[in-house]
């Protein structure tokens, strides 16, 4: 019985200095806070959506301008078939 407390005691010391070693490690390696994280996390997903929005600002008014274009080829094809 003594052998059992003895292994038990020494199975929740190792738990607690593996816990306290893994929160100074934690502690050590973590490289902001919390509140750092969160803007920085916000800063680059506003900046990934800026991005991405002009470029979709950009292809959208490329893709108006073939669009105007092509109505203006077939207007002018139209055109030279009623004259015709």
């Known amino acids: 019985m003594s052998q059992e407390n003895g292994s038990s005691c020494c199975s929740v010391g190792a738990f607690i200095i593996g816990a ?14 919390g509140n750092e994280t969160r803007d920085k996390l916000k800063y ?24 105007n274009d092509m109505t203006n080829v077939g207007a002018g094809v139209l055109i030279e078939d009623e004259i015709l």
């Open 20 to 33: 306290v070693i893994g929160g100074l490690l934690a502690y050590i390696y973590t490289p902001s806070t």
């Open 44 to 67: 680059e997903a506003q900046n990934k959506l800026s991005i991405l929005l002009n470029s979709a600002k950009s292809s959208l008014d490329k893709l108006s301008s073939k669009i």
